[in-house]
């Protein structure tokens, strides 16, 4: 089963236990989210990705130019450990890994929480592929896929255990728009996919189609 597959099988299943009132406030935003992005510059192929530094799960600074300078990276922006889909995406992801690395690539998954939730992340997925806390969103904000949850989302995952301030050791409530970017050694974007609607993510197949392209064209 494919990326896609996975997320709509979880999807369907969700949405048959969820209240439905819950369930049009998260609809609710996510189209309100959507309407925010229609008009916001976004990265796109052929810009240079900004570099950035980040602690990984163990609290190792590991800076985007220094993995460049070895290998194209693959660069995914989640939510968190405690989004399903998210787990789903990295788990895809996981599988593909001797994959990613057979075409002399290297992956990165970045999001807002601290180190110690990242690291709670890779050990519930069994990640064995860098996963960086990008604590207050600034590099998020950076790429330009930042944003801050709307008040009745804020109140609806506090009730449903997700806090996420606690998780990500800030007082606010910004996460990143679920994104993953193909970059090159010189930095320039190769593949830029941004879906505000979190429930959708790229099938990590495309990535490494994206990257083996580049390195077909370089021989």
Known sequence: MNLEAALNVFRAEFLEKF????????????????RGFKDKPLLQVGDLAPDFTLANAIGTPVRLSDRLSQAPVILTFYRGGWCPYCNLELRAYQQVLPQIQAAGATLIAVSPQTSDASLSTVEKNNLSFEVLSDIGSTVADAYGIAFELPNELKALYTELGHPLPGYNGTNDWKLPVPATFVIDPQRRILLAHID???RNRLEPTEAIRAIAQTTTARV
Do not use: S
């Open 196 to 198: 505000v609607d979190y």
């Open 19 to 34: 209240p439905a009132k819950k369930a049009a406030i998260m609809q609710q935003a996510t189209d309100t989210l959507v």
